[in-house]
């Protein structure tokens, strides 16, 4: 990009601070417990409260909360240093390889972390707040995770 350092230095620290705690509870979910059975995708019926009563679950989906805000505000972070601080030889098609691809990855990122973010939220409500997103006994459709 050309510049010194990041346009928002606290916001990159920030983004940085918040991936160890991720890993820390990431860890800590494995060993609460019974640990975390639903498979690394996580999907409703397994994560279920009747399924899955633990609170290792509810640990993970915080974790993977913590994770996600870590690299959007790393993304967000990557986006605007890119679009404000760029040298004047970098501009338009004669940026290098390394920041069109920094660039278009912090751009999917931007995208789709608040729409997974959604979903496991979801998964934490209907655990702990009777919601009914994904129980079809409530009028929730159990399939809807997978869309999301």
């Known amino acids: 990009v050309g510049g010194k350092d990041m346009i928002y230095p606290r916001m990159n620290n920030l ?7 991720a ?6 979910s494995f ?3 019974k640990g975390v059975g639903a498979g690394w995708t996580v999907y409703p019926p397994l994560s279920s409260y009747p399924y899955h009563s ?5 640990v993970l989906i915080v974790a993977l909360h913590l994770a996600g805000v870590s690299s959007l505000v790393g993304a ?6 890119n679009k404000n601080m760029p040298a004047l030889e970098m501009k338009g098609e004669r940026a290098e390889l390394y920041v069109l691809s920094i660039s278009i990855t912090a751009a999917l ?5 608040p729409v997974l973010g959604g979903g496991i939220t979801m998964i934490l409500f209907d655990r702990n707040f009777n919601t009914t997103f994904f129980d079809p006994a409530g009028g929730g459709d159990p399939v809807l995770f997978q869309h999301l």
Do not use: E, Q, R, V
């Open 15 to 21: 983004s940085y601070w918040l991936s160890p705690n």
């Open 23 to 28: 890993l820390y509870l990431l860890m800590l």
């Open 31 to 33: 060993s609460t417990d």
């Open 54 to 58: 633990g609170p290792s679950m509810d």
């Open 76 to 81: 967000i972070n990557f986006a605007s240093t």
């Open 109 to 113: 990122l931007i995208i789709s972390i």
